[in-house]
């Protein structure tokens, strides 16, 4: 039996679209079981990506019992729930195998999965990243988050699917639109390192995919001024949404009360929970 534990992951966070991303402690579990008595489907993204593993060892694999033992993730939310089982079901199997996939190849069949490294690369090393697909593999370099950042992730009672997030983009962006993001996205990574939060703000506006896809998160404009009149440091849509999380100091007490009541006024039942960055990434918790 192996168990594994896999972070929620926010991806984009504002102008770094398929390219920042970052892990949250919030996590799925996932035991896997040797069993001859199941039928596993290819429907089962976890398991999918089990298969993924074992082929790329050329490992003959049996038929396993898989069980969610913790599912705090929610699904079609923005916040990685995806790269959970994709992530989950290629270390597990490999952990069944002994361990032959190092974690570059671990990092490249998940993105393979996934399509964009932007959640499977913080979800496998934990904390915040930065993630390029050069047309072979994944490279990867890790940003340093300020410890006294809380990210106040705001769950939507909806969700929005990532295929249907994708097709409300457009396919090319003017120059103009292109030198905005690099600037915002290589802002963001320095301002972070440096831990100068003030510029945080400047640094989360975004013109490759928030204007686009604010249209199907509805409240989104009122939950983001709420946001920043109770003293968050910035905004941005997780992924492709329909989580929006607020960034905030430590010390900001009273932010989740405040945005309750926002929510109560604006007659929205969504939910709020405040996070912190996950350092650790994907564990094998058990291996017998
Ligand atoms: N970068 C991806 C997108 C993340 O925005 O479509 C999806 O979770």
């Given amino acids: 039996m192996v168990k594994v534990k896999i972070p929620a992951t926010t991806a984009n966070m504002g102008p770094g679209f398929d390219t920042l991303g970052m892990a949250l402690n919030l996590y799925n579990e996932i035991e896997i079981t040797e069993d001859a008595n199941v039928v596993n489907s290819e429907d089962n993204l976890v398991y999918k990506s089990m298969v993924k593993a074992f ?7 049996g038929n396993y019992k898989i069980e969610f033992t913790k599912c705090d993730v929610p699904m079609s939310r923005g916040l ?9 079901g290629i270390m597990a199997a490999n952990a069944i195998m002994g361990n032959k ?24 090393v934990g904390g ?31 969700e929005v699917s990532t295929s249907a997030a994708r097709k409300v983009l457009p396919k090319d962006y003017s120059r103009n639109d292109c ?8 802002m963001l990574v320095t ?5 100068e939060i003030d510029k945080i703000r400047t640094a989360f506006q975004d013109k ?11 409240n989104i404009d009122e939950v983001f001024l709420k946001a920043k009149e109770l003293g968050s440091v910035g905004e941005f849509i997780s992924g492709s949404g329909s989580t929006l999380i607020a960034v905030i100091h430590k010390d900001n007490e009273k ?33 017998s």
């Fill in 55 to 61: 082929k790329a060892c050329e490992y003959k694999y």
């Fill in 80 to 88: 990685g729930s995806s790269a959970t089982c994709i992530v989950g």
């Fill in 101 to 124: 996939l190092t974690e570059e190849a671990i990092i490249n069949l998940a993105t393979e999965m996934e399509g964009h490294p932007d959640n499977v690369v913080p979800a496998i």
């Fill in 128 to 158: 915040m990243a930065v993630s390029i697909y050069d047309g072979e593999k994944v490279v990867y370099s890790k940003v340093n988050v300020p410890d006294n950042l809380r990210f106040v992730v705001i769950i939507p009672d909806f």
């Fill in 179 to 186: 030198v905005f993001n690099v600037s915002r996205a290589a």
């Fill in 191 to 195: 301002a972070l390192n440096n831990g």
């Fill in 208 to 218: 490759i995919h928030e204007p686009y896809r604010k249209t199907l998160i509805k």
């Fill in 255 to 287: 932010f989740i009360i405040g945005m309750k009541k926002a929510f109560n006024e604006l007659q929205i039942g969504w939910a709020i929970k405040e996070l912190k960055t996950d350092l650790v990434g994907a564990k094998i918790l058990i291996e």
